[in-house]
Nanobody, 119 residues
Framework: QVQLVESGGGLVQAGGSLRLSCAASGRTFSNYPMGWFRQAPGKEREVVALINRSGGSTNYAASVEGRFTISRDNAKNTLYLQMNSLKLEDTAVYYC????????????WGQGTQVTVSS
């Protein structure tokens, strides 16, 4: 299995930017489609962005389309989420996750990193 550790969260003013990283270890990173998810207080966890194994295909939630960019560096075993034009409603714990190619369920999760956007 793969182990995931997020970093890069913090406190930022509205309109600012942050870049999250997710370092993977264990099995071959490039074997896994990956995604970023988030959970705000009192809300269910939601998908933010998804990326395929090569990084050539991405998908975004409508709420972040055009502001966030998901990418991966398979040589560095790292997943990224560049977040620009941050809004108050982006405040949440952000998680990276991986799934097996043959599965639709994200099985492997990091511990999460807090992103807080202030006015």
């Amino acid at each position: 299995q793969v182990q995931l550790v997020e970093s890069g969260g913090g406190l930022v003013q509205a309109g600012g930017s942050l870049r999250l990283s997710c370092a993977a270890s264990g099995r071959t990173f490039s074997n896994y489609p990956m995604g970023w998810f988030r959970q705000a207080p009192g809300k269910e966890r939601e998908v933010v962005a998804l990326i395929n194994r090569s990084g050539g295909s991405t998908n975004y939630a409508a709420s972040v389309e055009g502001r966030f960019t998901i990418s991966r560096d398979n040589a560095k075993n790292t997943l990224y989420l560049q977040m620009n034009s941050l809004k108050l409603e982006d405040t949440a714990v952000y998680y990276c996750a991986a799934r097996d190619e043959i599965s639709v369920a994200y099985k492997y999760w990091g511990q999460g990193t807090q992103v807080t956007v202030s006015s």
